[in-house]
């Protein structure tokens, strides 16, 4: 199966603050997204992404899919966006999601 | 518009036990995936049913089954529980095809004693 990688694997940032969290994978892929996981396990949807760049209030990504990877971006960041981040991609009808990354926004 | 619902939310389960969990898609979705997620670690893909069949399946053992009715809703069932297999258990709706976006709901967490 696909291998995803993502970093880093843990994020402490001020408030207010930016970051950049990025997804490698190992294949051709037709499908990534990106989530946010709540403390209560729900993964909400942040982009749907297989490639080029979108743009969601504080929050952006980019996919090259012909070098396999993704980056989120997230500006002045907010307490509220600390959670566990996930990138998932897809090849045929199987989803790979990678380990994810744990952002604490401090105030 | 419904999201995707899960039921039970919670469950305790003792060794060898069985359990069935379900899950009703997304309004127009017609596709349902089921996931694992242990603690600390990324969902692994159990297996995926489209129009009532078992479309593709991940690295788990035969113990993990499920079902699709034709209202698009489905089950997971687990035989013979194992320790193990306390997780957090996540269904996925999307129409069918690996490319089109895929829509999760609120889990349900499964403990084993």
């Known amino acids: 199966g696909i291998q995803v990688e993502q970093s880093p694997p843990d994020l402490i940032l001020q408030e207010g603050a930016n970051s950049t969290l990025r997804c490698n994978f190992s294949d051709s892929v037709n499908n990534l997204q990106w989530f946010h996981q709540n403390p209560w396990g729900q993964l909400i949807n942040l982009f749907y992404?297989?490639?080029g760049t979108k743009q969601n209030g504080r929050l952006s990504a980019t996919t090259v899919a012909t070098e396999r990877y993704s980056l989120l971006y997230i500006s002045s960041s907010q307490t509220t966006d600390s959670g566990v981040y996930f990138c998932?991609?897809?090849?045929?009808?199987?989803?790979?999601f990678g380990t994810g990354t744990s952002l604490t926004v401090i105030p | 518009d419904a999201g995707v619902t899960q039921s039970p939310t919670h469950l305790i389960k003792t060794r060898g036990q069985q359990v069935t969990l379900r899950c009703s898609p997304k309004s127009g979705h017609d596709t349902v995936s089921w996931y694992q997620q242990a603690l600390g670690q990324g969902p692994q893909f159990i297996f995926q049913y489209y129009e009532e069949e078992e479309r593709q399946r991940g690295n788990f053992p035969d113990r993990f089954s499920g079902h699709q009715f034709p209202n698009y809703s489905s089950e997971l069932n687990v035989n013979a529980l194992l320790l193990g297999d306390s997780a957090l258990y996540l269904c996925?709706?999307?129409?069918?095809?690996?490319?089109?976006?895929?829509?999760f709901g609120p889990g349900t967490r499964l403990t084993v004693l």
């Open positions: 992404i297989p490639s």
């Open positions: 998932a991609v897809a090849t045929g009808n199987q989803f790979y």
């Open positions: 996925a709706s999307s129409f069918p095809g690996g490319y089109n976006e895929q829509f």
